[in-house]
Each structure stands twice: as structure tokens, then as C-alpha cells.
């Protein structure tokens, strides 16, 4: 069972500006249809919180070394 959160409600867990979230994470951290979703296509986003919960110290640990890909990888060169 998921625990789906509007920006706002993700804003307050993580305490972050829910701009920041629209802008920035969305675009760099949270990946599409692993963090967040569009249901039934639309322009609304819903946040998944266990993914995130999960993943929210990830960026943090892993020494940048390298290009960040989609998939969780890193492109070296």
C-alpha cells in the first residue's frame, strides 16, 4: 500500500519549500513513476512516500563520482 502525498503535504514532511520541490528536486532527485507519479496522465503530481522516505539520505552518501543517471547509476568520464 502506498502513502500518496500532494507537494504541499511532501513540503511539510521534508521541510522544504514546496516550490523547491516543484523546481528543483523534482528535476534532479525524485525520478517519474519511482518517486512521483501523473495519474491518469494529468499535470497533477503525487509524491510516493516510501520511495522517497527510502531514498532521502541516498544523494547524500554516495560520494559524487560521477553524472547521476536515471536508472541510479553514474556515468564516469
Request: charged share 20%.
Amino acid at each position: 500500500m502506498a502513502t500518496y502525498l500532494t507537494t504541499e503535504q511532501l513540503a511539510t514532511r521534508i521541510h522544504y519549500d514546496p516550490r523547491t520541490i516543484r523546481n528543483r528536486l523534482k528535476d534532479s532527485v525524485l525520478l517519474e513513476g519511482v518517486h512521483y507519479i501523473r495519474p491518469f496522465g494529468g499535470r497533477k503530481l503525487l509524491f510516493l512516500w516510501e520511495p522517497i522516505q527510502r531514498d532521502i539520505g541516498l544523494a547524500s552518501a554516495t560520494p559524487s563520482m560521477g553524472i547521476p543517471m536515471a536508472n541510479g547509476g553514474f556515468a564516469h568520464g
